[in-house]
């Protein structure tokens, strides 16, 4: 039975958790702390850690 190809409906699924699990305490910090945390970035650590997830899972 051949092999189906995985989708990326994973690993979209992933960032969007990542993402906003990493706003929600960014936005936390913020508030407590009085440090401004660019979302850009954690957008950024939300994308490189999906892809990283998703390239584990291939190997």
Do not use: D, N
């Not at 995985?6 to 699990?21: M, R």
Request: aromatic share 12%.
């Amino acid at each position: 039975m051949p092999e189906q190809p995985s989708g990326w409906e994973g690993t979209i699924l992933a960032f969007v958790v990542i993402a906003t699990v990493l706003i929600g305490s960014a936005y936390s910090i913020a508030l407590v702390y009085e440090i401004p945390v660019p979302w850009t970035v954690l957008l950024a650590l939300a994308a490189i850690t999906a892809f990283w997830l998703r390239r584990r899972r291939r190997k």
